[in-house]
Structures are given as C-alpha cells and as structure tokens.
C-alpha cells in the first residue's frame, strides 16, 4: 500500500470518528481512501472550502468530543498554523499528518523535509506540541494510532510527520487491529454539548480563548508548559546505534534516516567509528538521549531535505555541548547512502 | 545475489503507463518474498509532463526509497531520454523505445553508460499484439535484463491480480503472456 | 421597601443568560445586548438552552463568550463557522449557533459564509451588522455605508476604491438550496428580530438548511454619534442599503 492508504487505514483501525481535509498534494489520497471507508464503518468526512477550515472543523469536532483528525502539506500546512494554534491554546486533542512536500510557498508537490520548523514552532505560540517523525509505512501506522492516544491523553495538538515520499511510494507493513496488541484506545471526552440539563445536572460550560490581562495569559502559558515538561520524558522516543564510541555522530529524521544508517553501517564495516541518532519525536527532542549520545563524538552531521531546519532544533539541544557541527543539507531533494557516506569520508 | 539491490528507473510520458510497469515489478518482488520499494515521481501535470517510476528490489530492507544510480533505465520518450542522464552510471543499461530514434539529437544517448539498447516495443504492440499491452513488453525486457523474479512468478501475480478479467477474456491473458514473453526476446536478441 | 425597589428596577433576563456577570461589559448603547436578549429570548420560547452550543467571533462579539448560560465557546476571527459546522457534523442533536460581526461574516469569514451557504449547513449564523469594526477601534467593515467615515476611511467611504456595502443575507440567500432561512432584523424592531431568530433555530432543529440572521445594531462608540442620531442612523440611513424583512423562507411542507 502506499503511506497514505497506510494513515487512512490506522485511522480507522484507531477509531478516528470523523475527518475534515482539503486537497492538496502529495496527501490527497488519505481522503480518497478515508471517504471510500467511511461509510463502510460508519464514519464521517467533510471536504471544507479550505485548509484554514478543515482545521477549525477538526477543532469544533474535537470540541464536540469526537476522535477528530486532519491532513495536510505544505501551503496547506501553514493555513493550518491558525487552527493548529487554537488547539494549542485551548488543548484540544487533535491529530493532523503532515506530508511534507518543497518549499517554501508551492515549491514542489513531491517530497522534502521543509516543514520541521512550521510542524514544530508554527503559529503564534510556544510550540507545546507532539510530533513524531515517521521513516516507513509501518510507523506511519503505528504513530497514527499511537498519536491519537497521545493527544488524548495529554491534550496537545499532536502530529505524524510524513513526506511526499513516504505517501505516494509502496512497501510492505503489518495492520493490525490495536486491541490484538494490548493497545487501550484512549476514548474522547467532549468540552461543550455536554449531556443533561444545565442548571439541573450541570452548568454551561464556557471557553475562553483570549484574556485581558498579560498576567493571565503568563499564567496559562507557564501551567502548559509545566505540563508539557513533565509529560515529555514520558513520549520522547529515538534510535540510536554505534554511539558509545562514535567520533562522528550522523544525525536524520524521518526517511532520511534509513539513507543515514545505511552510509553508517558502510563506513562501520570498514570499522570507522560512525554513530546513528535517529530523533523519532522532533518535539519533544529526546534531550538526554542526544546528549548522551553526542558526549564522545567529536563531530556532528546532520543530514536532512531541508537547509538546517532539524540542525536547529539539534543545536538547541547541544548548548550546553559545543561541538563543531556540519550540515549535508538538500532541500527538497531526496538523500541517498553515498551522498552521505561522500560526506563523512571527508570527516573521518 | 545476498545483499544486491536491483535499481530500475522506468521514465515516459504521462499516460505512457510507466507507473503501472513500476508498480507491477515492486509488487511481483513482494509477492515472490522479495523486499521492494516503489516510488513515483511526477511533475504537477495528471497528464503529460515526465513520469518516472523508481523501483528497488533486494534481499534486505529498502534503505533510501529514491536512488541516483540505476542498474535499468528504461526512457520511453525523448524528453524521458534526456531527463534521465542524471540517473545514469557506468553500470547502468539503458533502453529506450527505438520508435523515438527519430526525435533524439546528437548527444541525447548517455555515453557514460554499460550498455544503450534499443527495443522495438511500440511497434511490436501495434503491429504484433496490441496497443493495451505495450507496458508488458517493456516489463518482460526489464525481466530479461535483471532476472531479479523469473517470467512464472509475473504470470502467478498476473493471474491472481487480473484473474476476473482473464477468466471473462482468456484471450486477453495469453495477450499479455505473449507480451512479457515478447519484451524478454527483445532483449536477448538485442544481445547478440 | 429597599427589596422592593430592587423588585421593581431589576431587569428582566432571559433565562438563558448567564445572570452571575450581568450587568455585561458592552459600551453604553451597544446592540450586541439586544441582539443577544433577542436570541436568549428564542432560546428560552425554544426551551433548548441545555442543547445548543454557542460560537462566537473575534471583535466586540468576543465579550459574549459567557455571556448566555449555555455551553459555548471563542473561536478565531472568521473561523466560528467552521468550528460550529464541525460542531454539529459531529453531534447533529446540537443546536448550533455561530455568532459574529460583520468582518467575521463578510471578511475575513467570508469564504466560510460562502460554503456553508452552499452546503445549506444546518447551523444557525448571526451576524451582528454595525458598518465597521468595533473592537478594534472603528475601521472600515464590509458594511460600511458610502460616505460613512471610520478609521480607515477618514474622508468617508469612497465605493469607486473599495466597493459597495456587502449585502450579505441577500448574497447567502442566492447560493443557498431550497430549504435554507434567511433574515434580516434590527434591534429597532425586538420583537421582529426575535421572531427571526426563533424562525432560524426552528429551522435548523428541523433540519431544512441553514438559517443566517443579520442584525442592524449601533455602535455608538465608534460611530461617534448621540443617543439621537444613534437611532437615526440605524433606522434611516442603514435601512437605505439593508433592507429589513425575510429574505428567504422554505417552502411549507405540500407546496
């Protein structure tokens, strides 16, 4: 199947009730698939005007206590940093995948790895979000399922991190229905339309979105991100191999990371000291795995489709450790295990 | 052949059925318990516009889905023909449709390459076959060139995949049979 | 007889208004309260106020957030209807209401009034219409009469450099399918705009299409204007471009 059968299929399997979308390549085909499942498990799909919509419907739904998800990329991806920020702002549980095409603006329909910055840090507040960044279609699956669990239980707006390739290419994957592996589906809760009458069974629940003092809003924002915080240990998820004695340390996400490991297994075999970090959660970053990971490497490569987005986020981590740190950098252009291995020669 | 990758870029015009050539191999390989990965690449347009379909086959996991190198390039158009150079190494085989010989120029053919072929695959689907089955013929040279799965496991995927439809027109299964059959002759004459 | 002064001078609230912080933060002479006592007022006729759910806008509509004692929510500006037809798509029980200015309506929401007109979305639309934008400091709306003066149009509104009042009921009730509502009242006439909006909840409880009422309200504040030419301005000048009346109505079952 390709990736995006893949989301559409996990989302069923995850008990996702409804989907909100606007076309856009390359994620158009978890709607084709979505709208033909749907009416088969009964559940609902509505293709809104546009991408700013679709992502304040997916809220409304959220809202309403439905599993409620969306998908985009690219242009559409940064429409959705409106709605995306509301779920944010009023911890909303939502789920939205994110297959990354070039940019910036229309770039390409194809693949990249551009969009780290506008899926981690996007919209008009302090990135307190989940995104896991996926390298094959059975983490595709895996992470639908798991991000929906996430973002329920947590209530941050939560986000599968694809790309153009992993969407429109084929590869082998298990499906599995979530109860067979002893996976307990978080069920949602709504905000309003609560049941009963209000007065009598309950009161009328009112939600706010915006304040009229700083204060307030410092308020708020610190309290999420003492929950963020806390929470984070608790999701953050990597891979590693070859660090503990590694002297150069490669480091990729999401597909890239397969070409990555492959360069390191190359120059392993020829028994140079490479090591592979593979952040599987951009955010939150598995800190203290990197930096653990990094402590003997005397050399840093990031390799990624992009022009040092993951190299920023890496930075950010690594303060506190100064290291000299390269970049293969190849925006919207796919990396293949020589580029990479070409590079670290140079290195060693 | 532990540990080898087969690379096969198949490139053409939309609608040519380039994708459906790729898709078809990468499945094969799977159902033969190979590992593969099939990946598209297009330009915006649904139709027209190069299309170009990556395909791996291997013992091992697929690392990176898009490659540089391939082992096969099959370029089915001359704009194809051009676009492919950059996909081209000094093992590479490349073959190309000889029905566009006419609109390539000078210095269009890599050089850099194993081996160029030409296969007369369009003018065998007009004059031999059948139009419909053109993407068969170029399967079954990709076949002869790699034999990375073997004629019997395409016609055992065929059947299962087009079983309905053979079984309503069995003409149209020896059609196809006779196509991949066809498509492997081509390049073993082209051999010698 | 101090209770009994207070019996006397203690307004009449609709029971689905939120009674624990009235009197409500509105500008003096603001029609967002009228507006809203005609909405509570259909709520309560309705005897619905434990089903419907309340979106509002960014701008002045924003101050009514816990205005009603009814489950609602603050959305983003232009973006109410959206979240409320994601609202009711997931519990069509719920009585949707999407309550918004005329820039959330005609604006920056104007494509989201466009689509859900088109879909007949079974939601409920009121726009409050009071020709520029009130919270922000008085800018020039979609609504804006020619010649009207505002922060943005300081020599009054020229039509050749930015067009003509939107006529937004009129717009809505062009694209809608049969089975959609479509009113506009003024809180100059309570009782009609009340009427008009019980229609509109009526209409979307059964399920016909959608329903949208505009209000032609005042903003004093900005207009700059009296109590006096406050009024005029609403019932003569506004009512020269925005007629008051149903615009559409669905055909009665048989016909």
């Known amino acids: 199947m390709t990736g995006n059968?893949?989301?559409?299929?996990?989302?069923?399997?995850?008990?996702?009730?409804?989907?909100?979308?606007?076309?856009?390549?390359?994620?158009?085909?978890?709607?084709h698939y979505w709208t033909r499942l749907a009416p088969k498990y009964n559940r609902k799909f509505l293709q809104t005007e546009d991408e700013i919509s679709a992502g304040f419907t997916t809220c409304g739904a959220i809202q309403a206590g439905r599993k409620a998800f969306t998908a985009?990329?690219?242009?559409?991806?940064?429409?959705?940093?409106?709605?995306?920020?509301?779920?944010?702002?009023?911890?909303?549980?939502?789920?939205?995948?994110?297959?990354?095409?070039?940019?910036?603006?229309?770039?390409?329909?194809?693949?990249?790895?551009?969009?780290?910055?506008?899926?981690?840090?996007?919209?008009?507040?302090?990135?307190?979000?989940?995104?896991?960044?996926?390298?094959?279609?059975?983490?595709?699956?895996?992470?639908?399922?798991?991000?929906?669990?996430?973002?329920?239980?947590?209530?941050?707006?939560?986000?599968?991190?694809?790309?153009g390739y992993q969407a429109k290419m084929r590869e082998p994957m298990t499906m599995y229905d979530p109860a067979e592996r002893g996976i307990e589906m978080v069920a949602p809760q709504p905000l309003i339309g609560l049941p009963g009458q209000i007065g009598k069974d309950r009161e009328a629940q009112h939600l706010c979105n915006i304040y009229s003092l700083e204060e307030e809003l410092y308020d708020v924002v610190q309290r999420f991100d003492a929950e963020y915080r806390q929470m984070a240990p608790m999701i953050e998820e990597h891979q590693q191999l070859h660090c503990e004695d590694a002297e150069v340390l490669v480091i990729a996400h999401g597909v890239v990371s397969r070409a990555a490991l492959d360069a390191v297994e190359i120059l392993q075999a020829e028994g140079k000291k490479v090591g592979w970090f593979r952040p599987i959660t951009l955010r939150p970053f598995p800190h203290a795995a990197l930096e653990k990971a990094a402590a003997r490497a005397s050399q840093l490569l990031v390799v990624e489709s992009a022009m040092g987005q993951l190299a920023r986020?890496?930075?950010?981590?690594?303060?506190?450790?100064?290291?000299?740190?390269?970049?293969?950098?190849?925006?919207?252009?796919?990396?293949?295990?020589?580029?990479?291995?070409?590079?670290?020669?140079?290195?060693? | 052949m532990a540990g080898k990758v087969w690379r096969v870029a198949i490139a053409g015009e939309g609608g040519q059925g380039v994708q459906v050539i790729g898709d078809t191999l990468a499945e094969?390989?799977?159902?033969?318990?190979?590992?593969?990965?099939?990946?598209?690449?297009?330009?915006?347009?649904?139709?027209?516009?190069?299309?170009?379909?990556?395909?791996?086959?291997?013992?091992?996991?697929?690392?990176?889905?898009?490659?540089?190198?391939?082992?096969?390039?099959?370029?089915?158009?001359?704009?194809?023909?051009?676009?492919?150079?950059?996909?081209?190494?000094?093992?590479?085989?490349?073959?190309?449709?000889?029905?566009?010989?006419?609109?390539?120029?000078?210095?269009?053919?890599?050089?850099?390459?194993?081996?160029v072929l030409c296969i007369k695959a369009l003018q065998a689907s007009k004059e031999e076959l059948d139009p419909r089955v053109f993407n068969m013929i170029v399967l079954g040279a990709i076949l002869a060139l790699t034999g990375v799965v073997t004629l019997e496991d395409i016609q055992k995927v065929l059947d299962k995949k087009l079983g309905y439809k053979f079984s309503q027109n069995p003409a149209l299964r020896d059609l196809n049979f006779r196509a991949l059959h066809r498509g492997m002759e081509m390049v073993e004459q082209a051999a010698q | 007889m101090c209770s009994q002064v207070q019996a006397v001078l203690q307004p009449h609230m609709p029971d689905s208004w939120n009674k624990k912080n009235k009197p409500h933060k509105f500008c003096p002479g603001c029609g967002h309260g009228l507006v809203l006592k005609a909405l509570g007022e259909a709520i309560d006729e309705l005897g619905i106020k434990s089903k419907v759910v309340f979106g509002c806008d960014i701008g002045c509509s924003l101050l009514a957030w816990d205005f009603l004692d009814v489950d609602s929510t603050q959305t983003h500006h232009g973006r109410t209807t959206p979240v409320m037809t994601g609202i009711k798509r997931s519990n069509p029980d719920l009585v949707c209401v999407a309550y918004m200015g005329d820039g959330g309506g005609y604006a920056i929401g104007s494509q989201h009034t466009v689509n859900a007109a088109a879909r007949n979305e079974r939601i409920t639309m009121i726009v409050v219409n009071n020709t520029n934008y009130g919270m922000t400091g008085g800018q020039m709306a979609p609504t804006t009469l020619p010649g009207q003066k505002t922060e943005t149009t300081p020599y009054g509104r020229d039509v050749q450099e930015t067009g003509n009042p939107t006529r937004g009921p009129e717009m809505v009730a062009a694209i809608t399918p049969e089975g959609a509502y479509v009113a506009r009242g003024t809180v100059a006439n309570m009782r009609q705009l009340k009427t008009f909006i019980k229609r509109a909840l009526e209409n979307q409880i059964a399920g016909r299409g959608i329903s949208f009422v505009e209000a032609l309200s005042t903003c004093p504040t900005n207009w700059r204007t009296n109590a006096k030419s406050t009024w005029a301005f609403l019932e003569k000048d506004m009512t020269q471009y925005f007629p008051v009346g149903e615009i559409k109505v669905p055909a009665k079952e048989g016909e």
């Open chain 1, 5 to 31: 059968e893949v989301v559409a299929w996990a989302a069923l399997a995850a008990g996702a009730e409804i989907m909100f979308g606007y076309p856009i390549t390359p994620q158009n085909e978890i709607m």
């Open chain 1, 72 to 163: 985009t990329a690219g242009p559409g991806n940064v429409l959705m940093q409106e709605p995306f920020g509301m779920a944010e702002a009023m911890r909303l549980p939502m789920l939205a995948i994110i297959q990354q095409r070039g940019g910036p603006s229309s770039g390409t329909v194809v693949y990249s790895q551009q969009e780290v910055t506008l899926t981690t840090y996007g919209g008009n507040g302090e990135g307190h979000r989940i995104v896991y960044s996926t390298a094959n279609h059975q983490e595709l699956y895996d992470y639908v399922i798991k991000g929906f669990n996430t973002a329920w239980k947590y209530r941050f707006p939560t986000f599968v991190l694809g790309d």
């Open chain 1, 313 to 348: 986020l890496v930075k950010e981590e690594l303060f506190m450790q100064c290291r000299p740190i390269q970049g293969l950098y190849r925006p919207a252009v796919g990396i293949m295990a020589d580029e990479v291995v070409a590079k670290l020669r140079t290195m060693i």
């Open chain 2, 28 to 115: 094969v390989a799977y159902d033969e318990g190979k590992e593969s990965s099939y990946l598209p690449n297009f330009g915006l347009e649904q139709r027209g516009g190069v299309s170009i379909a990556f395909v791996q086959i291997g013992e091992d996991e697929i690392g990176s889905p898009k490659f540089k190198v391939a082992d096969v390039v099959v370029a089915l158009s001359a704009r194809a023909v051009r676009r492919m150079h950059m996909h081209v190494g000094p093992e590479t085989v490349f073959v190309y449709d000889c029905s566009i010989a006419d609109e390539l120029e000078a210095g269009d053919l890599p050089t850099n390459v194993k081996r």
